[in-house]
């Protein structure tokens, strides 16, 4: 049983007597244990109290209002949401009309996304559980202070702490220690959140935390997590969030509804998971019922990316399920549709689960739509139930229009499990008239159907159309052929095969792989170790384990054991497993020169490896450390659709393989999948790292940056964290505090590089503009990608990555000119 948070508050036997408020004694009573994993199959919930919030009265005049919209009644919010192809946004809305959603989405084509029904519109039936409405923070106006002295400052705060950025801010705060109190930080505070600036009233709050009179104080936090919430501010929402936790106290519903949200509106990686966390506590330890359109945002997030991605969300998108069904609220067609689709994907189907979905859209009144039929087809594909397969399809046929091209491709494969390949051509043939042209996806699985089924000069022949058809991609097919070819031995066929593939496509890790298994099984080993040291220089292609292990086999094979011990070593220092039947060939060729066969237990960083975490640092790099920082972890965080992203993991994870978890390191049959997330293990070796570049467990400058500034580091820095404009133009992202954004300026104009910096949300943007982009791209080209070169040089990114910086503008100067008071002061530092 995990520890419990009860929600209390001490109660005081006398009011506090101040010139500011005063907060009359109230009695709290204690939240019972909620065990924080409940059991979701309960059907009835029990019956629990709740932390009762009462408001903070002030002395006896009453307050104006403080905030704009009356803080008495539940404050409803409705979701509008549209989908950019991961994306979820959510938008709020302040009033009591009618909770209504209106999702529009693409049409999914060939790819397989879960579609929402346009119509998706929803009303609650059940009436929403408390929220904070009830809870306010009043505090007495200026003109009823008793000090003139205490009202001027007041006052005069008030005017100056919004005009200032986040250091001033605190300067000027730090300044006035002798005489601010609880209360009066508390005024200016609410007095920024009245005004609507409320993220000086969060760096107020800061500020207050960190005071000796400091005591918390749950409406205020509740009310500045709340707008910092609304305005998509999740990880300042979150520390707050997490201040209430801290005080063992149980956050608000609004704050836990509003976190949600603001969690499913932004696009950073983990933010959903984040969101699924957030709504689980808010039912498990708030004892809350969330609102239906909550309930319905989370779900159609999860189903939001593609099949593979999303059925990994299937136990979350289930627990959403039950809980629109026990608390009574509408369950929309959408969602039965949605779990059929997500329980469709799964490595192993739950028939039993669908037919009971099935049969509750039935009660429900809803009929089966072409997407569910679709889905029954996938599963029907996984399981090869042709009797299942060929009823669905016949309900398909029944809608009149063409059936969905996914159908046919589900169709191919069912047939293909039940040993059937010439049925699955035939789908393809009937595709082919009904269509004109079949799908991608259809002539993948058609080539693969047939190379299993080793039907040679059908698999060829398709081929060839789909070459001719001018189609993309093309290496998925080329891949079956070389492995149809590689089982029947014909490896001349293979090697023209692969030199085809070369021309048509780019170069692939699995495809180098199986030539060069072909090369070693016939012995040629001179054309062999040219192909793996061609995979070794190139950064898009690397090697792995397994193409350490077929060099190695033809080494030992052949006799070469003086080239068979470098081998080992490379796999030593990479940390690869060698298979069980080369070491005990390995361990007698390594026992004649007397060496015994030991991996090395110390782990060192090489001269390359730390320039390039240097600039990974810069770029946005990120150290997770323990709670005694002595253990350190480098996490590594990719974006899915950048272009420059794609290329750059793939030679990082092979580059760091040595220093990764376990759980990080691809399997021996993923040659190609690369993940978008993965991580080092904890080690001290990290610790410089950390505390130059991570202190307290946040992004940092050092001092001595401009040493570390080589060409290399800047050429990383500018891979993972930048990118060029069509103009032009390179932009580089930059975290830290202003003194070490100017250090890093200075070091850059030591280069004879001048630039501008412009401040957006909480990260600089360092821009090398005219000429000096060029001297840039001149001192970092020899060390960037071979890959990312062109795509670098023409400034071709995503939309994501230039929507980042589509709001700065560097024509009207910098932040760090040089007469900025902070270019000043490092120039008096040196």
Same mark, same amino acid.
């Given at each position: 049983?995990?520890?419990?948070?009860?929600?209390?508050?001490?109660?005081?036997?006398?009011?506090?007597?101040?010139?500011?408020?005063?907060?009359?004694?109230t009695?709290?009573?204690?939240?019972?244990?909620?065990?924080?994993?409940?059991?979701?199959?309960?059907?009835?919930?029990?019956?629990?109290?709740?932390?009762?919030?009462?408001?903070?009265?002030?002395?006896q005049?009453?307050?104006?209002?403080?905030?704009?919209?009356?803080?008495?009644?539940?404050?409803?919010?409705?979701t509008?949401?549209?989908l950019?192809?991961?994306?979820?946004?959510?938008?709020?809305?302040?009033?009591?009309?009618?909770?209504?959603?209106?999702?529009?989405?693409p049409?999914?084509?060939?790819?397989?996304?879960f579609?929402?029904?346009?119509?998706?519109g929803?009303?609650?039936?059940?009436?929403?559980?408390?929220?904070?409405?009830?809870?306010?923070?009043e505090?007495?106006?200026?003109?009823?202070?008793?000090?003139?002295?205490?009202?001027?400052?007041?006052?005069?705060?008030?005017?100056?702490?919004?005009?200032?950025?986040?250091?001033?801010?605190?300067?000027?705060?730090?300044?006035?220690?002798?005489?601010?109190?609880?209360?009066?930080?508390?005024?200016?505070?609410?007095?920024?959140?009245?005004?609507?600036?409320?993220?000086?009233?969060?760096?107020?709050?800061?500020?207050?935390r960190?005071?000796?009179?400091?005591?918390?104080?749950?409406?205020?936090?509740?009310?500045?997590?709340?707008?910092?919430?609304?305005?998509?501010?999740?990880l300042?929402?979150?520390?707050?969030?997490?201040?209430?936790?801290?005080?063992?106290?149980?956050?608000?519903?609004s704050?836990?509804?509003?976190?949600?949200?603001a969690?499913?509106?932004?696009?950073?990686?983990?933010?959903?998971?984040?969101?699924?966390?957030?709504?689980?506590?808010?039912?498990?330890?708030?004892?809350?019922?969330?609102?239906?359109?909550?309930?319905n945002?989370?779900?159609r997030?999860?189903?939001?990316?593609?099949?593979?991605?999303?059925?990994?969300?299937?136990?979350?998108?289930?627990?959403?399920?039950?809980?629109?069904?026990?608390?009574?609220?509408?369950?929309?067609?959408?969602i039965?549709?949605?779990?059929?689709?997500?329980?469709?994907?799964?490595?192993?189907?739950?028939?039993?689960?669908?037919?009971?979905?099935?049969?509750?859209?039935?009660?429900?009144?809803?009929?089966?739509?072409?997407?569910?039929?679709?889905?029954?087809?996938?599963?029907?594909?996984?399981?090869?139930d042709?009797?299942?397969?060929?009823?669905?399809?016949?309900?398909?046929?029944?809608?009149?229009?063409?059936?969905?091209?996914?159908?046919?491709?589900?169709?191919?494969?069912?047939?293909?499990?039940?040993?059937?390949?010439?049925?699955?051509?035939?789908?393809?043939?009937?595709?082919?008239?009904?269509?004109?042209? *079949?799908?991608? +996806?259809? #002539?993948?699985?058609?080539?693969?159907? $047939?190379?299993?089924?080793?039907?040679? %000069?059908? !698999? =060829?022949?398709v081929?060839?159309?789909?070459?001719?058809?001018?189609?993309?991609?093309?290496?998925?097919?080329?891949?079956?052929?070389?492995?149809?070819?590689?089982?029947?031995?014909?490896?001349?066929?293979?090697?023209?095969?692969?030199?085809?593939?070369?021309?048509?496509?780019? *170069?692939?890790? +699995?495809? #180098?792989?199986?030539?060069?298994?072909? $090369?070693?099984?016939?012995?040629?080993? %001179?054309? !062999? =170790?040219?192909?793996?040291?061609?995979?070794?220089?190139?950064?898009?292609?690397?090697?792995?384990t397994?193409?350490?292990?077929?060099?190695?086999?033809?080494?030992l094979?052949?006799?070469?054991?003086?080239?068979?011990?470098?081998?080992?070593?490379l796999?030593c220092?990479?940390?690869y497993?060698?298979?069980?039947?080369?070491?005990?060939?390995?361990?007698?060729?390594?026992?004649l020169?007397?060496?015994?066969?030991?991996?090395?237990?110390?782990?060192?960083?090489?001269?390359n490896?730390?320039?390039i975490?240097?600039?990974?640092?810069?770029?946005?790099?990120?150290?997770v450390?323990?709670?005694?920082?002595?253990?350190?972890?480098?996490?590594?965080?990719?974006?899915?659709?950048?272009?420059?992203?794609?290329?750059?993991?793939?030679?990082?994870?092979y580059?760091?393989h040595?220093?990764?978890?376990?759980?990080?390191k691809?399997?021996?049959?993923?040659?190609?999948?690369?993940?978008?997330?993965?991580?080092?293990?904890?080690?001290?070796?990290?610790?410089?790292?950390?505390?130059?570049?991570?202190?307290?467990?946040?992004?940092?400058?050092?001092?001595?940056?401009n040493?570390?500034?080589?060409?290399?580091?800047?050429?990383?820095?500018y891979?993972?964290?930048?990118?060029?404009?069509?103009?032009?133009?390179?932009?580089?992202r930059?975290?830290?505090?202003?003194?070490?954004?100017?250090?890093?300026?200075?070091?850059?104009?030591?280069?004879?590089?001048?630039?501008?910096?412009?401040?957006?949300?909480?990260?600089f943007w360092?821009?090398?503009?005219?000429?000096?982009?060029?001297?840039?791209?001149?001192?970092?080209e020899?060390?960037?990608l071979?890959?990312?070169?062109?795509?670098?040089?023409?400034?071709?990114q995503?939309?994501?990555e230039?929507?980042?910086?589509?709001?700065?503008?560097?024509?009207s100067?910098?932040?760090?000119?040089?007469?900025?008071?902070?270019?000043?002061?490092?120039?008096?530092?040196?």
């Amino acid at each position: 049983m995990l520890p419990v948070f009860c929600s209390h508050l001490v109660s005081c036997n006398n009011t506090h007597t101040n010139p500011i408020c005063t907060y009359h004694s109230t009695t709290f009573p204690m939240c019972p244990a909620l065990s924080v994993f409940r059991p979701i199959t309960t059907a009835h919930h029990h019956r629990r109290r709740r932390l009762a919030l009462s408001s903070i009265t002030l002395l006896q005049s009453t307050p104006p209002n403080i905030f704009s919209r009356s803080l008495t009644k539940p404050r409803r919010l409705r979701t509008f949401s549209s989908l950019y192809s991961a994306r979820t946004s959510v938008e709020h809305i302040d009033c009591n009309a009618p909770v209504e959603e209106v999702w529009d989405f693409p049409d999914p084509g060939d790819k397989d996304m879960f579609n929402f029904d346009s119509g998706f519109g929803l009303t609650e039936m059940s009436k929403p559980g408390s929220s904070s409405g009830s809870l306010s923070v009043e505090v007495k106006e200026l003109e009823e202070l008793p000090e003139q002295w205490r009202r001027s400052k007041l006052a005069w705060l008030c005017k100056e702490l919004p005009a200032h950025k986040q250091g001033v801010l605190v300067r000027v705060l730090n300044a006035q220690r002798k005489w601010v109190r609880q209360e009066d930080a508390t005024y200016l505070a609410v007095h920024c959140l009245r005004i609507r600036e409320n993220e000086t009233a969060f760096r107020v709050y800061k500020w207050m935390r960190q005071q000796h009179w400091f005591q918390f104080d749950f409406a205020l936090a509740t009310k500045l997590a709340d707008y910092m919430g609304k305005e998509r501010k999740h990880l300042k929402c979150q520390d707050i969030f997490d201040d209430i936790i801290q005080q063992g106290l149980v956050p608000a519903e609004s704050t836990f509804h509003i976190l949600t949200v603001a969690y499913l509106s932004s696009s950073s990686q983990g933010c959903l998971e984040q969101a699924c966390t957030t709504y689980n506590r808010m039912i498990q330890l708030g004892g809350y019922k969330p609102r239906l359109s909550l309930h319905n945002s989370l779900f159609r997030a999860l189903v939001s990316n593609p099949g593979d991605s999303a059925k990994h969300n299937l136990k979350q998108a289930e627990f959403v399920y039950h809980n629109l069904s026990t608390s009574g609220l509408e369950i929309h067609e959408d969602i039965y549709r949605g779990l059929i689709w997500l329980l469709s994907h799964q490595d192993v189907v739950d028939k039993e689960r669908i037919a009971s979905l099935r049969l509750e859209m039935n009660g429900a009144g809803f009929g089966e739509s072409k997407d569910v039929l679709v889905s029954i087809l996938r599963a029907c594909s996984k399981e090869g139930d042709v009797v299942e397969a060929e009823s669905t399809w016949t309900k398909l046929l029944s809608f009149g229009n063409r059936p969905p091209s996914l159908a046919f491709v589900y169709r191919m494969e069912v047939y293909a499990r039940v040993g059937e390949p010439m049925k699955s051509l035939e789908i393809f043939r009937s595709m082919q008239e009904l269509f004109g042209s *079949p799908t991608v +996806s259809a #002539f993948h699985k058609v080539i693969e159907v $047939l190379c299993n089924a080793q039907e040679m %000069e059908l !698999a =060829e022949s398709v081929m060839t159309e789909f070459i001719n058809s001018g189609m993309k991609p093309l290496m998925p097919s080329y891949i079956d052929l070389l492995n149809l070819y590689y089982s029947l031995g014909l490896h001349d066929k293979l090697e023209a095969t692969f030199s085809q593939c070369l021309e048509n496509c780019d *170069p692939n890790r +699995s495809m #180098f792989n199986i030539y060069l298994k072909s $090369l070693v099984q016939i012995g040629n080993l %001179e054309k !062999a =170790e040219e192909i793996f040291n061609q995979m070794y220089r190139n950064e898009a292609v690397g090697i792995n384990t397994r193409s350490c292990n077929l060099i190695l086999r033809g080494y030992l094979s052949s006799g070469d054991n003086i080239k068979a011990e470098k081998i080992y070593n490379l796999m030593c220092k990479k940390k690869y497993n060698v298979e069980p039947p080369l070491m005990e060939k390995l361990d007698f060729v390594l026992s004649l020169s007397r060496k015994v066969v030991t991996k090395p237990t110390i782990l060192k960083l090489s001269s390359n490896q730390r320039e390039i975490l240097v600039g990974l640092l810069l770029g946005g790099l990120q150290i997770v450390s323990d709670e005694s920082r002595k253990n350190h972890a480098i996490q590594f965080n990719f974006r899915e659709d950048s272009a420059t992203h794609n290329v750059l993991k793939r030679y990082l994870h092979y580059e760091y393989h040595e220093w990764l978890a376990s759980f990080c390191k691809a399997e021996d049959g993923a040659d190609d999948y690369i993940p978008c997330q993965f991580t080092t293990i904890s080690h001290s070796y990290f610790s410089f790292y950390a505390d130059q570049f991570w202190p307290s467990g946040r992004p940092a400058i050092p001092k001595l940056i401009n040493r570390w500034l080589s060409p290399r580091a800047l050429a990383y820095w500018y891979m993972y964290g930048g990118y060029r404009t069509s103009s032009g133009d390179i932009l580089l992202r930059l975290k830290g505090s202003q003194e070490g954004v100017a250090k890093v300026v200075q070091a850059l104009k030591m280069k004879s590089l001048d630039c501008r910096v412009k401040k957006k949300g909480k990260a600089f943007w360092i821009g090398l503009l005219g000429s000096n982009s060029t001297w840039f791209w001149k001192l970092v080209e020899p060390f960037i990608l071979d890959d990312l070169k062109d795509i670098l040089r023409a400034g071709e990114q995503s939309t994501s990555e230039m929507g980042e910086t589509r709001e700065i503008n560097f024509n009207s100067g910098s932040d760090f000119d040089s007469d900025s008071d902070d270019y000043q002061n490092l120039q008096g530092d040196r």
